[in-house]
């Protein structure tokens, strides 16, 4: 017959040397909560321990003696032992003596009139009506050349669209194209910048544009129209001629599949590689040590006579019906021989397809000069952020 071995929390069990445990075999067992360390057998548990009763009493408790005002005023206003200062002895000078008036004479009498005292600070001129007097006079440049400012336009009528285009001469479309991806130069919503190397060594730029871009009108078609009127208008011009230039050149439109007409096209980290539509772009010339002037601002701060070359460029420009658009210091380069570069016409209008008058083209290039001379120029030279970058141009 087995032996029934009783359980260690029974309290009717037998157990030598052992203390019998006041917990019931039916109730849960002892645990802590929170502790898992505090828990103890039920066989280990050591007897409470008494608490000590303190007095309580029910009556009220006196209150403390106050002590008197001037003691407690004195101890409040003492101040720290680090703030404790000597004050300076009061020195009271004499009285001063009352002025001699016996040696007094009066002033001579002179034909001279008498000149009125001049004033303390002497105010400006007060400004013509409809001028503002914190409107600040315009940046003058070393060496006496200013920029001609052209009188603001008032008159601006709407652009219209024309019937028919005005033929030009059209960029031809490259057929036969292949490069080698160098790296990517700059990316956004519409388009990828991209420097490229031609198979005779020589590098260009290779600008692909999104083919659904997010904007009002298609940024290739502006900037294929805008090239074609440069070209036809004989701004647009190779690097081998002689003229002055201030457009890059540009070779031609592809219709780009990147796996087959880029190598090395798995370096490129771009979600344009991957679309199987075919690409449209612009192969441009690249002009080295070329930076804009929202990227080397200093350029244009250290010669700001370049105000006046940079307007003159664009009026180039517009002499071939072109209208920027965009004209902001980031789509204007400064190369090492202080030459002057536009580029960026994907938002321009041109006059090939639109009737567009006079004074918007006046208006764009005081604009430019306006934001140059008054804003880029001091503000580099201040050391602080130009306003059209806070104003989020």
């Not at 080397?296 to 105000?307: C, S, W």
């Not at 517009?318 to 202080?338: K, Q, T, W």
């Not at 005081?366 to 008054?374: F, K």
Request: proline share 14%.
């Amino acid at each position: 017959m087995p032996i029934k071995r009783p359980l260690p929390c029974d309290a009717t069990a037998s157990v030598p040397n052992k203390k019998p445990c006041l917990v019931d075999a039916n109730s849960p067992p002892l645990t802590h909560r929170y502790n898992l360390r505090k828990r103890r057998r039920c066989d280990d548990a050591e007897p409470a321990v008494a608490v000590k009763k303190t007095k309580t009493s029910l009556a009220p408790k006196k209150p403390a003696a106050e002590k008197p005002a001037a003691e407690k005023t004195k101890t409040s206003l003492r101040p720290k032992r680090a703030n404790r200062r000597r004050a300076p002895a009061a020195t009271t000078l004499p009285p001063s003596p009352p002025p001699d008036l016996s040696s007094h004479t009066p002033r001579s009498t002179s034909t001279v009139p008498a000149q009125p005292a001049a004033p303390l600070l002497a105010l400006p001129p007060s400004p013509p009506p409809g001028e503002s007097r914190n409107a600040s006079p315009p940046t003058a440049i070393p060496g006496g050349a200013t920029p001609t400012t052209e009188p603001r336009p008032t008159f601006f009528p709407p652009i219209e669209d024309l019937d028919e285009p005005i033929p030009v001469t059209r960029i031809p479309v490259l057929a036969d194209f292949s490069c080698t991806f160098v790296r990517e130069l700059q990316s956004n919503d519409t388009a990828a910048v991209l420097l490229v190397s031609m198979p005779d060594s020589t590098q260009r730029i290779l600008k692909v544009f999104v083919p659904d871009p997010p904007t009002y009108s298609d940024p290739f078609s502006n900037e294929y129209s805008a090239y074609c009127s440069l070209v036809h208008h004989g701004i647009c011009l190779p690097p081998s001629t002689s003229a002055k230039r201030v457009v890059p050149y540009c070779y031609g439109a592809i219709r780009l599949h990147p796996k087959r007409h880029i190598k090395r096209v798995r370096f490129w980290n771009n979600h344009l590689k991957k679309l199987k539509t075919p690409l449209y772009s612009l192969l441009l010339e690249f002009i080295p040590d070329a930076p804009s002037i929202l990227h080397a601002p200093e350029r244009l701060a250290r010669r700001p006579e370049l105000v006046a070359d940079i307007v003159a460029a664009l009026r180039m420009v517009h002499s071939a019906g072109v209208l920027h658009e965009d004209p902001l210091p980031r789509n204007i380069l400064i190369d090492g021989n202080d030459g002057v570069w536009w580029l960026d016409f994907g938002s321009s209008i041109s006059t090939r397809y639109s009737k567009i008058h006079e004074n918007w083209f006046t208006v764009e290039r005081r604009r430019v000069a306006e934001v140059l001379r008054d804003d880029v120029v001091p503000s580099t030279l201040a050391g602080r952020i130009p306003r059209w970058r806070i104003r989020g141009f």
